[in-house]
């Protein structure tokens, strides 16, 4: 999936205005409603084969719920 085809929550000016480019913590929906989340690789515990833990800040969660009127 090419990151043109997911809708960017965060990152878009409406925050900090820190993350204006595609390098920082970042949440997607893509067309099928589920989420993409960029972030900081975590090494908190290791994932099962296939998966992979990201850490994100608060602050981006909360900008991705308020984008969708949560």
């Known amino acids: 999936m090419a990151r043109e085809e997911l809708t960017r929550l965060t990152g878009n000016g409406n925050g900090n205005g820190e993350c ?3 390098d920082c913590p970042n949440v997607y929906r893509t067309a099928s409603g589920s989420f993409v989340v960029q972030g ?3 090494k908190a515990f290791d994932a099962p ?3 992979g833990l990201v850490e994100i800040p608060e602050e981006t969660l909360r900008e991705a719920f308020r984008a969708l009127g949560w």
Do not use: A, R
Request: charged fraction near 55%.
């Open 49 to 51: 084969d296939g998966e």
């Open 40 to 42: 900081d690789v975590s």
């Open 20 to 22: 204006g480019k595609d």
